[in-house]
């Protein structure tokens, strides 16, 4: 019985696989129970009833996924109500849909080539077109992409053919359960400098921002969708906006939902679900009236609305009470005829409304200067096409308005200003600056007579036990009072089979580390130091107990140590992970740090240097951190390892300025070049690392663009740019937090700050990572993005012992 069965469901599958055709034939229509399915399958066409809903409609939809979401809709204005119908073409190439009681509900415009044998069919995109049957020209009589739903898929542009005069414009559906054109809509502007407006009914609720040759300017995160291609043509012949993924196995979708918003989605296939990961408005500033002419919104500032410099509240009570939608006024009327007017640079905005500006591809930005200087009422001008180094330009007439701000993207705006308007001390905002600065200054000086003070005093009674250890000499130990277990060689030697290569994990700083199994199947690492050492027993045994006591989830855990004679070991938990670089630097593996993970690592290395630093009993800078340093549990927590060996190797003070071992951790400036390290160089490490983690780069990596060396520089010059969101690893695909990536690079430029002094503390970056991304200070130009020599040079030159290049460093050496 039962192989019949199964015989019988095979030839029916067999059958249902023959029907599926992708053509409809004036002699062959579509029967209510049929489906059209695309050539390779991707889209399926056929009548639908959204839920709870008497209406039936053509609509089109994804084969491959479970959900039937409706892309596009024949005859949303004209549903067959309580019917089923059928959808033929007629021997003049009109689709129609006809009801049961033959009633013609819904038809297609008149062929607009002549069609004697015409047939219509789902095409590989999802098109649905009408043609001469055979034709392969693409010389369509009809085409379902020129009459857009709500939906924008691969294929589909949004936009205005010039010669055809059609306008493909996106209508939300009036609700959930109604196709029926609702009143949010979404169509391209032609005007001025062509940009995408959002509207309910006629009042404009969005609008994109003009495209600036890589993207859109209203959208600055973009450029960080990996997965796609985004494309804007302006030319003779149509105005569009379209996309494309990269990878076909993606399916992704932009739509005008029917509650106001666009958004965009991608098919989660494992969780059976679309992602909305971005959607458009946002916030307060995506109102394009918010803060009226000459306002510049800010979505993390409060108020959000400011004035642009040389300008002032139009109507200071109604701003008062945070209402900015009548905007600013000039302070100083323009001077033209003088030709005195100059330009103030906004920078990280986007454009304002461009209905009204010129364009003109073929100028430089110098020569778009001039011109806006030469007109009279042009008010701002900017660059057309920011890609390759900026080109073309555009102008501005009158009134400039929706100017939001956006951190670490966006572009240069040039508003022209009397020359009264443009003298920076004039503003209020310019003389706290200076009010503040002088203070800094002020602070700074104070500071460094203090430490120069205590340098001084401490000096004698510092003790340096090694490189890489600092504290002070009260915290010795005798000894004697070790909770740290000894263990015996031969059992340490037996567990990594007697320094087989097999047991080799890797060469450490100080030498090779091996992997053992204790006879408690308790996996360890042993570190075998090199005999070179010149410390005493007693010596290296105080400090082992020291290390042992420092004690954090972020670091390595000391388990023992192993002495016979010449031979000395250091035995770790064993970290089955092994090290970050061999994850991040990694094509395949770095595939496997999602986001999250990296910004666990991220803080989990902060907390593990701010104990270092601040919270253990002693101060220990660690001097070598780099990705190789850092291990990851099974979980992949990170741990900070390596830090306090220096010691075996130390001898006095000068020593540690010449024996240490040059080029492999990133060092700061001030160490590379004067040998001089503090918390502060630990920082710099700090903070080219999280740089690695974000971007998955070496420091020294090479990089396609010639003028930068490193991943400092290169990730300064993404920065000022605006386009920071580059810098993320690709690996980590089209979708992350784009506020806590910026938020990471910017913490990340905070800490490789070319002076000691502007880098913040690693109690502060803790707090950082946890904050605002505008509450963190705006980074200067770090060390070295100018400079190749310091990374190469071997120093030797030794510790200064001037007091302002030492005020750092005096913090550290004092006892807790
Ligand atoms: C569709 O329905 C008709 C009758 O209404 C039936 O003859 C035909 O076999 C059905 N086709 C499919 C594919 O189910
Ligand atoms: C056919 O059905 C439509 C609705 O589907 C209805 O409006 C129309 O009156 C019907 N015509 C006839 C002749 O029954
Ligand atoms: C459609 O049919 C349902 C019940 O079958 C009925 O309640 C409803 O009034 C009908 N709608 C129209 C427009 O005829
Ligand atoms: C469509 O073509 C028919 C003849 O085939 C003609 O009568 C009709 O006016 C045309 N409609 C339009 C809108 O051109
Ligand atoms: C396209 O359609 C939109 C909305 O319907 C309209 O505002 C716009 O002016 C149209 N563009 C052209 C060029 O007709
Ligand atoms: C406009 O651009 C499109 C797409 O790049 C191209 O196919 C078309 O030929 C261009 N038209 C003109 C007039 O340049
Ligand atoms: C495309 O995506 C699929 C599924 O995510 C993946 O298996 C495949 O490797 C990707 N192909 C390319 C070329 O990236
Ligand atoms: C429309 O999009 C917004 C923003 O993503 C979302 O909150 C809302 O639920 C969506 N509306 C519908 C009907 O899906
Ligand atoms: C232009 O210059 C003339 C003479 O230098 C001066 O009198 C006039 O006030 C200036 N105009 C403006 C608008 O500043
Ligand atoms: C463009 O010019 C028109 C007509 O002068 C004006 O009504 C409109 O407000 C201007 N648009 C912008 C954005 O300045
Ligand atoms: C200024 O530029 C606008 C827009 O391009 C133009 O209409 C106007 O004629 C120009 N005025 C002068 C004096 O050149
Ligand atoms: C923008 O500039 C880039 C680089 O110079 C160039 O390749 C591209 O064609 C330009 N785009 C337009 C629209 O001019």
Redesign the pocket.
């Known amino acids: 019985m039962e192989p019949i069965v199964l015989l019988l469901f095979l030839l029916l599958l067999l059958l249902s696989f023959s029907t599926a055709r992708d053509t409809i034939t004036p002699s062959n229509p579509l029967a209510d129970n049929e489906t059209l399915v695309s050539a390779t399958g991707t889209f399926a066409l056929g009548f639908f009833n959204p839920p709870n809903s008497d209406n039936r409609y053509i609509g089109l939809w994804y084969n491959q996924i479970s959900d039937h979401t409706i892309l596009w809709v024949a005859n949303r204005a004209s549903p067959l109500v309580n019917s089923t119908g059928v959808l033929s073409v007629t021997k003049d190439g009109r689709l129609t849909i006809t009801s049961q009681n033959s009633t013609v509900v819904w038809t297609s415009p008149n062929s607009t080539v002549e069609l004697t044998s015409p047939i219509a069919q789902l095409l590989e995109n999802g098109n649905l077109v009408v043609m001469q049957d055979g034709d392969t020209s693409g010389n369509y009589g009809w085409q379902g992409f020129n009459y857009l739903t709500d939906t924008l898929i691969p294929g589909m542009k949004l936009g205005v053919d010039l010669t055809t005069g059609i306008n493909r414009t996106l209508v939300a559906w009036a609700s959930?359960n109604d196709p029926s054109p609702g009143p949010y809509h979404g169509f391209m502007d032609i005007r001025g400098d062509p940009d995408i407006y959002f509207c309910r009914d006629s009042t404009p609720i969005w609008r994109s921002g003009a495209w600036d040759g890589t993207h859109l300017s209203g959208i600055p995160d973009m450029s960080t969708y990996r997965g796609f291609q985004f494309n804007f043509v302006n030319n003779a012949s149509e105005v569009v906006y379209f996309y494309s993924v990269i990878n076909r196995s993606y399916i992704s979708r932009l739509l005008v939902?029917?509650?106001?918003?666009a958004?965009r989605a991608l098919w989660l296939p494992d969780a059976n679900q679309w992602n909305?990961f971005w959607?458009a408005p946002k916030d307060l500033c995506d109102d394009i009236g918010q803060c009226g002419p000459y306002g510049l919104c800010d979505a993390n500032d409060s108020p959000l609305c400011s004035c642009l410099q040389g300008f002032d509240p139009k109507n200071p009570s109604n701003w008062n009470l945070r209402d900015g939608h009548d905007g600013c006024k000039r302070r100083t009327p323009l001077d033209c005829k003088n030709g005195t007017d100059g330009f103030v640079t906004v920078s990280n905005v986007k454009l304002p409304q461009s209905d009204n500006c010129t364009v003109d591809m073929n100028l430089n930005l110098d020569q778009c200067r001039r011109l806006c200087l030469g007109n009279c009422s042009c008010t701002a001008y900017a660059s057309a096409n920011v890609s390759g180094g900026g080109s073309g330009c555009i102008i501005w007439i009158g009134n400039l308005f929706d100017i939001r701000n956006f951190v670490g993207s966006g572009q240069d705006l040039y508003v022209r200003l009397a020359a009264a308007d443009l003298d920076v001390s004039s503003g209020k905002t310019q003389s706290t600056i200076v009010a503040v600065a002088v203070s800094l200054v002020a602070a700074a000086l104070l500071l460094t007579c203090v430490g120069c003070f205590l340098w001084r005093r401490k000096k004698k009674r510092r003790v340096l036990l090694g490189a890489m250890t600092s504290f002070n000499e009260k915290s010795n130990h005798e000894p004697g009072d070790l909770d740290l277990p000894i263990f015996d060689f031969a059992t340490i030697a037996a567990s990594i089979d007697y320094f087989s290569d097999e047991n080799k994990l890797g060469e450490g700083g100080f030498g090779p580390v091996y992997k053992g199994t204790l006879e408690d199947n308790q996996e360890i690492a042993v570190k075998r130091l090199a005999k070179t050492s010149i410390q005493g027993l007693e010596e290296f045994k105080n400090e082992i107990v020291l290390i042992a006591k420092l004690q954090h989830r972020n670091l390595v855990r000391l388990l023992g140590c192993c002495i016979q004679g010449e031979e000395r070991m250091l035995i770790y938990e064993y970290m089955p992970n092994r090290s970050l670089d061999a994850f991040l630097f990694e094509k395949e593996r770095a595939a496997l740090l999602d986001w999250k993970m990296r910004h666990q690592i991220i803080v989990g290395i902060a907390r593990g240097l701010l104990y270092l630093h601040q919270d253990s009993r002693f101060r220990i800078i660690h001097r070598d951190l780099k990705a190789s340093n850092i291990l990851l549990d099974e979980d992949m927590n990170p741990k900070i390892s390596d830090f306090g060996m220096a010691r075996i190797f130390g001898g006095d003070e000068t020593d540690f300025n010449t024996r240490k071992v040059v080029g492999t951790g990133y060092m700061s400036p001030e160490y590379a070049m004067d040998g001089i390290f503090s918390v502060k160089s630990d920082v710099f490490s700090f903070g080219v690392l999280v740089l690695e983690i974000i971007s998955g780069k070496k420091n020294r990596g090479v990089y396609a663009i010639p003028p930068h060396i490193n991943l400092v520089a290169h990730a300064w010059s993404l920065w000022k740019e605006g386009k920071s969101l580059q810098l993320v690893d690709e690996s980590m695909g089209y979708s992350f937090p784009t506020n806590e990536a910026l938020r990471c690079i910017k913490l990340g430029l905070l800490c490789v700050q070319e002076h000691p002094e502007d880098r913040p503390l690693m109690s502060s970056v803790v707090l950082m990572l946890g904050s605002d991304l505008a509450s963190l200070p705006q980074p200067k130009q770090p060390g070295f993005a100018a400079r190749r020599g310091p990374f190469e040079v071997d120093t030797s030159s030794s510790n200064q012992d001037s007091c302002t290049l030492n005020e750092i460093s005096v913090s550290m050496f004092q006892p807790r």
């Open positions: 959930e939902n029917s509650t106001g918003f958004q909305f959607n």
